[in-house]
């Protein structure tokens, strides 16, 4: 019950990563409120959280909402601090692909990529953040990408999202200390998610050659680091990126 009492916010956690977040939260006894674009799978994550609750008064919460939006974040974000009272933790997790080389990449798509992985974490915590500094501490964790350290093929929107990701954690972190609040980064590797699915065989092949462990990660694998930076054990980190990677970038 690392999380007793604990009042959560995890965005795309319908499915892959953000989903495995939003178990492991519940099975440590978080009250959570997941944020997603889509409905049905908005039901089915609520029954599955209720289903894995650990005490019959945990509340499970789902919201439809466009996290790149700040108007819609502004407003289920509210209706979220008048149910739980407050918000201890927020996972800013969703986030979205739209690969192609830079000469052919339209500028739409660019945008879109920007908007949902990077300006969605300006809106949360924008909105969040003046409710998180009353808590007696908070924490925020970002799920950026190892991309955004080091760069990708195809990639210039998301790497560039996930760069900026990081460069807002550590500003933030610095901002908010004072008040307690601890800000930090996870930065996957290659992780079996529907996301990862679209790539190519032959190219899944070549990054498992560059992965040291010899695997792809499981959305556990970074559930597992989220759980301890939202928990008390990492009350003395914060500004950090954490790569969750089989050692691709060492
Ligand atoms: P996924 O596609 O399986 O899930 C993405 C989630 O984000 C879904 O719940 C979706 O509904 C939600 N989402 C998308 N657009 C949204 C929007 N506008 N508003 C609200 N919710 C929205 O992806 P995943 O693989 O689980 O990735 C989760 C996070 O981890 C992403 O930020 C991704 O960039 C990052 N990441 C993934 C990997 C990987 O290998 N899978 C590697 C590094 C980083």
């Keep these: 019950m690392h999380l007793k009492n604990k009042k959560a916010i995890v965005t795309g956690a319908t499915k892959g990563i953000g989903k495995a977040i939003a178990q492991a939260f519940v099975k440590h006894g978080a009250d959570i409120a997941v944020f997603a674009t889509n409905q049905d799978r908005l039901n089915r994550i609520q029954k599955e959280l209720e289903d894995i609750k650990v005490d019959p008064n945990q509340k499970i919460i789902t919201k439809k909402v ?122 996957p590797g290659f992780i079996e998610t529907e996301m990862t699915e679209k790539i190519p065989e032959k190219i899944k092949e070549q990054i498992l050659k560059n992965i040291p462990l010899k695997r792809f990660g499981k959305p556990q694998d970074i559930a597992n680091m989220v759980l301890f930076l939202a928990g008390d054990d990492s009350d003395f980190i914060t500004g950090q990126v954490f790569a969750v990677d089989g050692g691709m970038v060492m």
């Design 66 to 187: 466009d996290v790149s939006k700040y108007a819609e974040v502004e407003k289920v974000s509210n209706e979220v601090l008048n149910e739980f009272g407050h918000v201890d933790i927020l996972v800013n997790n969703a986030g979205i692909t739209k690969d192609a080389l830079l000469m052919k990449m339209s500028e739409e798509d660019f945008d879109r990529v920007i908007d949902i992985n990077l300006k969605s974490i300006y809106n949360t915590c924008k909105v969040l953040i003046r409710p998180m500094i009353k808590n007696s501490k908070s924490k925020i964790i970002n799920i950026s990408s190892i991309v955004g350290l080091i760069g990708n093929f195809g990639q210039t929107n998301y790497a560039a999202s996930k760069a900026g990701m990081i460069g807002f954690t550590k500003s933030l972190a610095k901002e908010v200390a004072s008040k307690n609040i601890n800000v930090n980064a996870v930065a």
